[in-house]
Every structure is written in C-alpha cells, then in structure tokens.
C-alpha cells in the first residue's frame, strides 16, 4: 500500500522543502550584506542588486515570454515590491548603518510573525489558534537568546529606530499583501515589476543622500552576486510560493529561524561566537515554529 505521506508529484517535493531551503538562504543574506556593505553605502548597494535582479528577470521574460500583470496587477506588484523589497531592506540597511547593532535589528524585525499573525486573525479570517500563539511566543522567546548577547550597548540614532519599525512594517504589510493580492500573476513578470519598482526607489535616496562611489573589489562583486542570484531570485521566489500555498502565520513563522541560521553561518564563516543560551534559543526557536505549523497542519 502506498505511503499517504509520500510526495505525489514535483510540486509537493518543492512544498515540503521549500521551508527549510527559504530559511537557509534567507539567513545567507546577512551574510552576503556583511561582504559588500563595506563597499558601496546601503542605498546605492539596494539599487544596484534591484537592478541586476530586474535585468536578469527581464532577460529571462524575453526568452520565456511569460504572461504580463493585468493594470490591476502591475499595481498590486509595485506595491508588495515597495514593501518587501523597499521598506524592509531599506529600513534595515538604513539603521544598521546609523549605528542600530544587526542583533538588535534581528530582534525588532523578529516581532514580525507575532504582528502577522494578529494582522491576519483580524484582517484575512485565518483563525490562529491557541498552540499556534504559544508557538509564536516561544519563538519570539528562543530568539531573544539567540541575539541578545549580539545586541550592543550605547546610543542609537532616532533615524535607526525610525528605520527599523519601517523594515518591521514593510514585510509585516508585504507578507500580508502579497498573501491577499499577489496571487495571480506569473512569478517571472511579477519580481521584475517588484525589483524595477523598489530599485527606483533605491536609485532616489542615493541620488539625494549619497555619494554613489563603488569599491568594484572581489568581495563586493561575489556579494551582489550571490544577494541577485539566491536572494532575490531563489529565497524571495520560495517565500512568495510558501505564502501562495499556507496561511500567513505559518509562512511568517519560519522567520524565528532565520537568526538561529544566520548565528550558525556567522560562527562558521567568521568565528563568531555561539553562546549556551544562543544554542538554548535556537531549540525554542524550532519548537516554536513546529507548534505554528504542526498546529496548522493537523486541522
């Protein structure tokens, strides 16, 4: 007799390893960031990787001549792109740069599956359940541990608070939007519109508060290509075909993960350390995340 849990066609093997690559190569953009932020400043370095996105998706829409969004559609894809795209890593880069430590950063933003799920209760009529909220603050909990030793002391501008509520907001929103309009448009033509729209948006604030210089070094090179390539092409096509296919809340959960993930790459590609309590939060943060799901899953 055949095993009902086994996957049936290709779509389901994507389905079930989706989550699990979305969260390894979404963490992989800390990574990439740290290599070429001491390059180019935020701004021109945001529109230079929206601009090889957007080029390399235009290049691939000639070859495969995908279904173009309806005017509605264009709409809801600038949009969701200058949410999740624009505000999100424009708010992060923009308050790492004036002085808000990545922990912290990864704090704040990590308030996001506990702001999306309250957001989609009320908003989209999907029902969280009570195991489900516990999950979610156990996450929150676990990371906590995970960055609270990475969090810095001193003074931080305003501007960096500013702007990491905007990066919260933006993919809290953006998950949401994507999740209620982003549904039918082909996945080709709608990143490039997304890309094309948040690199405007890049290319302006480095007009107006930048200097635009480039060190071209290896570095640099080798971390536009792989933010282009696995972020921006990889990670964000799985994040939008996991909110196509699951609730909200289960796509937002996987972000507690992602800085247990980025902590492991950190201390293996530049020896940061990993300490008891970040190993600690690390299990809540996967306990969390597997009481969302697991929840949802058996409904």
């Keep these: 007799m055949p095993d009902p849990d086994a996957p049936r066609s290709t779509d389901d093997l994507i389905a079930r390893a989706a989550p699990g690559l979305f969260v390894v190569l979404w963490a992989s953009g800390f990574v990439g960031a740290k290599f070429g932020l001491p390059y180019a400043e935020p701004m021109t370095f945001l529109c230079i990787r929206m601009a090889a996105a957007a080029g390399l998706l235009a290049v691939l829409a000639l070859a495969t001549r995908p279904p173009w969004p309806t005017a509605g559609g264009f709409g809801h894809n600038i949009v969701a792109g200058l949410l999740v795209h ?46 489900q909220w516990v999950g979610l603050g156990l996450g929150l909990v676990g990371v906590w541990l995970v960055v609270h030793e990475k969090t810095g002391t001193g003074s931080v501008s305003l501007t960096a608070w500013i702007a990491i509520t905007v990066a919260l907001l933006g993919i809290t929103l953006g998950t949401l939007y994507q999740k209620r309009f982003g549904g039918g448009t082909d996945w080709r033509s709608a990143l490039m519109v997304q890309y094309a729209a948040a690199g405007i948006v890049f290319a302006a604030a480095a007009w107006l508060t930048e200097t635009r210089m480039v060190q071209w070094t290896a570095d640099f090179i080798f971390a536009v290509g792989w933010l282009v390539l696995v972020l921006s092409l990889g990670a964000v096509w799985l994040f939008y075909f996991l909110i196509r296919r699951s609730a909200a809340t289960q796509v937002a959960s996987l972000f507690y993960l992602v800085p247990p993930v980025t902590a492991v790459m950190a201390f293996g590609l530049f020896g940061e350390r990993l300490a008891p309590l970040a190993l600690v939060g690390m299990a809540l943060c996967a306990g969390g995340v597997f009481l969302v799901n697991q929840r949802a899953a058996s409904r």
Excluded: K
């Excluded at 808000?100 to 209760?121: E, H, M, R, W």
């Design 86 to 131: 624009g505000f999100y890593l424009g708010g992060v880069f923009i308050a790492i740069s004036h002085g808000l430590p990545a922990g912290l950063a990864a704090l704040v933003t990590g308030l996001q599956p506990i702001l999306t799920s309250t957001l989609a209760n009320r908003f989209l009529g999907e029902r969280v359940r009570p195991w």
